[in-house]
């Protein structure tokens, strides 16, 4: 879709900017992503029998980063995104363009993602 990464770093900057925010009462400690080096916070909600995600952070990249995460997983059956393959990330080699703190970041947020879906797994159960 893209000819060059900096054209990718810009849509994602604009996917960013897009991204449905979390209400201020969620940006609490409890929602931080652990292992960011940017503040990132994701809130989970269960509407009917899928999972929404709300997510804000401070920093542009990163804020673009969370985005995509949440495109691909908010609105899904929590089951689905426990079994979600992330391989996408890989094939457009997102992780290999960022540094490496953001690299594990990236990881982090994803393991977050799928650790609220478990938990609301077990509240379906």
């Not at 457009?92 to 609220?116: C, D, F, W």
Request: net charge negative; charged share 25%.
């Amino acid at each position: 879709m893209f000819d060059d990464w900096m054209q990718r770093y810009e849509y994602m900057i604009e996917l960013g900017k897009s991204l449905p925010l979390i209400d201020e009462r969620y940006k609490i400690e409890e929602n931080l992503i652990k292992g960011c080096q940017s503040k990132v916070w994701v809130h989970a909600e269960l509407k009917g029998d899928k999972l929404t995600f709300t997510a804000d952070s401070d920093a542009i990249i990163t804020k673009g980063i969370v985005a995509i995460l949440i495109r691909a997983f908010s609105n899904q059956h929590p089951s689905d995104i426990i079994e979600a393959d992330t391989q996408f990330i890989d094939e457009i080699g997102l992780k290999e363009h960022l540094s490496p703190t953001r690299a594990n970041g990236l990881v982090s947020m994803i393991k977050q993602l799928k650790m609220y879906a478990v938990a609301y797994q077990t509240q379906l159960n």
